[in-house]
């Protein structure tokens, strides 16, 4: 760390924080995600090897770029291109919603990412606003946080419900799904074109029972492929 400049905070998380920071030598601003945890926890460490792993290979103009991971002290820090905003701020903003040209070009930016994920078989499974960032002035949107993302192949074993904020979370994983595939992402990017459409997130449900009344007083009943 020796190396940068520590402007503020960005955001703090069960993780760690993030920083926003400045490089002494190029002066380039960087967000730096500093973990608490050391080596010692197992869980973590596979979480963010497995996130430098996949960032790595997910080189795209709409998806965050790394750009240096190193460890001080037994702890991890990674180096990513700082972007401003979040959408959730934006919401907070505009409260009413963004412009419907603002929405196109959001979501289509946000579509190009998750394609680029899956035809790397990656599936990210935490899209929610605040994972996604935006540059006000140049309107380009970056999808960030790959904590939760995974390769899907022939290899891969029975998967976690237990992803995605429950606002953006499908179906098949209110009710337990082990076994799901790139439609998870799909569903969410349709809940978050809904809320930056009108500012109101579509399915607001304060538990999975409830998240799921929702779902089918909006949309219609379940279908088999979900019992």
Aim: hydrophobic residues 40%.
């Amino acid at each position: 760390m020796n190396k940068y400049e520590v402007l503020g905070v960005v955001g703090e998380g069960a993780y760690g924080v993030v920083l926003r920071c400045r490089n002494k030598d190029t002066k380039e601003v960087v967000a730096i995600k500093k973990f608490k945890e050391s080596d010692d926890d197992e869980v973590l460490r596979k979480t963010t090897l497995r996130e430098v792993k996949l960032l790595r290979l997910l080189r795209h103009p709409n998806i965050v770029s790394l750009t240096e991971a190193f460890r001080r002290k037994t702890k991890l820090y990674l180096v990513f291109e700082y972007v401003e905003r979040n959408l959730l701020e934006l919401l907070e903003e505009y409260p009413q919603g963004l412009d419907p040209e603002l929405v196109r070009m959001y979501v289509l930016q946000l579509v190009q990412a998750i394609h680029w994920c899956h035809t790397n078989s990656v599936v990210h499974r935490d899209i929610k606003p605040e994972n996604l960032l935006v540059n006000t002035k140049t309107k380009v949107l970056k999808l960030c946080d790959f904590g939760f993302a995974r390769v899907l192949n022939n290899n891969t074993k029975e998967l976690t419900d237990y992803v995605a904020t429950r606002w953006y979370r499908a179906p098949e994983l209110l009710l337990g799904s082990t076994d799901y595939s790139y439609s998870v992402d799909i569903w969410a990017i349709g809940c978050i074109m809904g809320e930056i459409s009108d500012g109101q997130p579509i399915f607001p449900g304060e538990s999975e029972v409830d998240q799921l009344y929702i779902v089918q007083k909006i949309i219609g009943a379940l279908t088999q492929e979900h019992s």
